[in-house]
């Protein structure tokens, strides 16, 4: 190709016809790519990824939780199934909270015998009525040691992470620590409320800053069957003693 024009023309469609082919491969590239994404995905992770798939093995309200302990004694909980080591799966609904509960409280079994020794020593220690720890433990975990709830609580008296903290119990799944804690809690809310149980108990379930905030029982569905149920286990626990 000798003409200066011939090759002129010819030197851009080279050109054109490398961008072109980096175009088709770069665009290759982004479809071979994709399926690399998405294997980076969490395995709880759905597509899209805006709208979670609830867990097939729990209730709507509940919360699957996995309780494993590390080498050096460690527990640890977490919403993700512990990979390379054993775990306890719990599954925990709030027993007495639910406004719309089936349960009859004046007949529902009760729990006379479990733990009445550390109750007991519990009971004498903060000066409460045992019946009224067991109430609130009946109400609170129906006697689950292991119970885990939603929003974090943890044990029989359902103590959550911080007032653990505050109330030195180092793991609150024992029972006896658990117990300990949370009647030592409850006794300084009966305190602090001048000894009304109606008070320390809206305190216990919703928490010191929503009585002050509503000057009273706070206007709270769950708050308020809460307070109703252990009354009514407070008084059958004491017809049982």
């Given at each position: 190709?000798?003409?200066?024009?011939?090759?002129?023309l010819?030197i851009?469609?080279c050109?054109l016809?490398?961008l072109?082919?980096a175009?088709?491969?770069?665009?290759?590239q982004?479809?071979?790519?994709e399926p690399?994404?998405?294997?980076k995905?969490?395995?709880?992770?759905?597509?899209?990824?805006?709208?979670p798939?609830p867990a097939q093995?729990?209730p709507?309200n509940?919360?699957?939780?996995?309780?494993s302990?590390?080498?050096d004694?460690?527990?640890?909980f977490?919403?993700?199934?512990?990979v390379?080591?054993?775990?306890?799966q719990?599954?925990?609904d709030c027993f007495?909270?639910?406004?719309?509960?089936?349960?009859?409280?004046?007949?529902?079994?009760?729990?006379?015998?479990s733990?009445?020794?550390?109750?007991?020593?519990?009971a004498?220690?903060?000066?409460?009525?045992?019946a009224?720890?067991?109430?609130?433990?009946h109400?609170?975990?129906a006697?689950q040691?292991?119970?885990?709830?939603?929003r974090?609580a943890?044990?029989?008296?359902?103590?959550?992470?911080?007032t653990?903290?505050?109330l030195?119990?180092i793991d609150?799944?024992?029972?006896?620590?658990?117990?300990?804690?949370g009647?030592?809690?409850l006794a300084?809310?009966?305190?602090?409320?001048?000894?009304d149980?109606?008070?320390?108990?809206?305190?216990?379930?919703?928490?010191?800053?929503n009585?002050?905030?509503?000057?009273?029982v706070?206007?709270f569905?769950?708050?308020?069957?809460?307070?109703?149920r252990?009354?009514?286990l407070h008084?059958?626990?004491?017809q049982?003693a």
């Open positions: 190709m000798d003409d200066p024009d011939v090759q002129r010819v851009p469609l050109w016809c490398l072109l082919s175009t088709l491969l770069a665009r290759q982004t479809t071979d790519d690399k994404r998405q294997l995905l969490s395995p709880n992770q759905q597509q899209p990824p805006a709208v798939k093995t729990a709507a509940s919360i699957a939780v996995f309780k302990n590390q080498a004694g460690t527990v640890l977490s919403d993700r199934r512990p390379n080591r054993p775990y306890q719990l599954h925990f007495a909270c639910d406004p719309n509960s089936a349960i009859n409280w004046y007949k529902t079994p009760l729990f006379v015998r733990y009445n020794r550390i109750i007991d020593r519990a004498s220690e903060q000066q409460l009525d045992a009224l720890i067991r109430a609130v433990i109400a609170e975990s006697f040691a292991a119970a885990l709830s939603k974090g943890m044990g029989l008296m359902q103590l959550m992470p911080d653990a903290a505050m030195g119990v609150p799944l024992s029972p006896e620590q658990n117990i300990k804690g009647s030592a809690y300084s809310l009966l305190k602090q409320y001048n000894g149980v109606t008070l320390s108990l809206a305190a216990y379930n919703a928490g010191p800053g009585v002050r905030r509503h000057k009273g706070p206007p569905a769950e708050t308020q069957a809460y307070i109703k252990v009354l009514i008084k059958r626990y004491q049982a």
